[in-house]
């Protein structure tokens, strides 16, 4: 599902960084509300227990808040706080990791005033904008990168910067603007849901400016700044290092704010940005939330109605949704509101060799119900669902490896040898002992070839 | 010295196995040896020729919604 998985890749990036580098990330209050904001529920419950006590708590203790059968639940948390270093345990007991419990108190009582959650303007703008506007822009900056993705000729082409993300998080390929084509990884991103792909888009950013030799910390920071943004306010750049600085142009690209031109002072927050760390429960209300938020006329949040005869009726008109059901629909007739078409064996064939799996179709089909579907339990027909995963297995009925097969042996001490070397390894793909033959893998085949040619040297 | 054959193992199940000897049969340079009821062992050039016919054999018995439009506007 999206929104987990969003949620661990962040977590996983930043469980992945060092201890001081997290301790640096906290002393920021923003960010620590954001890293607050982003665990799951218990190691949520058990933060806030330790939060306002200044002295350790017994390990024991938490066993107080959690219910009997949820031991494995608690382990897991205990073992997230480990590894983000936000506690530190010695002889049973637990002290919340101090930079951290100094910037979340700072963050939930509203203490030191600092810069961290963004310096709103004090000076009228002239050219003041309102949240409908923002809401527009948002959309059409973030469907003009969908659209270069799929495909669809809208004569616009995404400005260098993002091209050159598209191309490193492996979405596309390509050198020119003019002939990069979408990969697999792409398709799959484009079934996610919009807070998903953002969030894997500034993932691949965060890697990409390391490489930049921007300070992953600063773009952190930032980021998690516009979490905490108010929607429809405009903020100051007088908060943001020259790094941020940097950032704030390239997230103007896709989108997540809006300046009115590169000298601008000021900056407005979009609702990309506003919805970045919330704290959403049921994938279907955040993806229901985002669509109307980016909606520009009322639209009903999901749109596709799928039968049991395999047809697919869906209430669209945005030339970006119509694209996305093209990669796995045969579509039919186009009506001024609508399209209709028919999920057929080709048009998912054509799909799966694209490289997206039958899970994410359904995913996909789930997540954009009409609300009509809602009333039927289960949502998608099954026949239709079993059917989908059906032909992805029918694409797998053969599985192939290429190598040696090694035959002829003299005795049955040389197969046992040669064969135990072999399975020890872990290149043998399959073996048939009482004909004293197996298969090797072709890259572990020079490895064969060598010890055999040792134990003929040496043997004899 | 045992002997060393290049190939590819292919795993599936016995019914596609008896397809893929059938190819075989017609033209003799498919399948290099015959290893157990799930496994083959074919030429490397072989393999996508190998994968196309099975595609279009299978792909023969299934309804196709397109020819059903097809018969319906005669």
């Not at chain 1, 897991?76 to 010695?90: F, I, N, P, T, W």
């Not at chain 1, 009322?298 to 005869?309: K, M, W, Y």
């Not at chain 1, 001490?413 to 020890?424: H, L």
């Amino acid at each position: 599902m999206s929104v987990p998985k969003f949620r661990t890749s962040i977590n996983d990036f930043l469980e992945g960084l060092p201890e001081t580098v997290l301790i640096r990330l906290f002393y920021s209050p923003a960010t620590c509300l954001a890293i607050f904001r982003l665990l799951p529920a218990m190691t949520q419950l058990f933060i806030m227990a330790m939060l306002f006590n200044d002295k350790p708590v017994a390990a024991t203790d938490l066993n107080l808040w959690v219910q009997e059968g949820s031991s494995s639940k608690q382990y897991d948390a205990l073992e997230k706080l480990r590894g983000m270093h936000l506690v530190k345990q010695s002889q049973g007991m637990l002290t919340l990791q101090k930079t951290f419990r100094a910037g979340l108190r700072n963050a939930l009582s509203g203490g030191d005033h600092n810069n961290s959650f963004g310096i709103p303007c004090d000076t009228e703008d002239k050219h003041k904008v309102d949240i409908k506007f923002l809401d527009e822009h948002a959309n059409n900056q973030w469907e003009l990168i969908l659209h270069f993705m799929v495909g669809t000729d809208t004569g616009k082409v995404p400005n260098n910067g993002v091209l050159s993300l598209l191309r490193h998080s492996g979405l596309m390929e390509g050198s020119t603007p003019s002939n990069m084509r979408i990969t697999n990884a792409g398709f799959q991103f484009l079934l996610q849901d919009v807070n998903a792909q953002i969030w894997t888009l500034l993932l691949q950013y965060l890697n990409m400016s390391e490489d930049l030799h921007m300070d992953a910390v600063e773009v952190l920071h930032f980021l998690f700044m516009l979490g905490s943004l108010e929607l429809g306010q405009d903020y100051s750049l007088a908060a943001l290092s020259p790094t941020q600085k940097i950032m704030l142009d390239d997230l103007r690209d896709y989108g997540i704010v809006y300046q009115r031109k590169s000298s601008s002072r000021r900056f407005y927050p979009t609702r990309l940005a506003t919805t970045l760390t919330s704290d959403t429960g049921a994938l279907l209300t955040a993806s229901a939330s985002m669509d109307s938020a980016i909606a520009q006329k009322e639209r009903e949040a999901g749109f596709v109605i799928l039968e049991t005869n395999f047809k697919v009726y869906a209430y669209t008109d945005s030339p970006l949704q119509i694209a996305v059901l093209n990669l796995f629909v045969h579509l039919r007739s186009r009506f001024a509101n609508m399209v209709t078409g028919q999920i057929s064996r080709e048009s998912v064939r054509k799909a799966l060799s694209n490289g997206i799996t039958a899970d994410q179709i359904v995913t996909y089909l789930t997540v954009h119900a009409h609300p009509q579907m809602r009333k039927s339990t289960p949502l998608l027909p099954p026949t239709v669902v079993d059917q989908i995963r059906l032909w992805q297995l029918e694409m797998e009925r053969m599985k192939t490896v290429e190598g040696y097969l090694y035959s002829d042996f003299s005795s049955k001490n040389e197969y046992d040898t040669i064969a135990g070397y072999a399975r020890d390894l872990g290149v043998m793909t399959w073996e048939k002992p009482n004909k004293r033959m197996f298969f090797v893998t072709k890259e572990g085949n020079q490895q064969i070839v060598d010890f055999v040619r040792r134990k003929v040297h040496s043997g004899a | 010295m045992p002997r060393a054959v290049k190939g590819v193992l292919v795993e599936c199940d016995p019914s596609i196995k008896a397809l893929i000897l059938s190819l075989d049969s017609k033209s003799h340079n498919i399948v290099l040896a015959d290893l157990d009821d799930e496994h083959l062992l074919i030429d490397v050039p072989m393999l996508e020729y190998v994968k196309r016919e099975l595609d279009s054999q299978l792909a023969e018995n299934t309804f196709k919604p397109a020819e059903l439009d097809n018969i319906q506007r005669k």
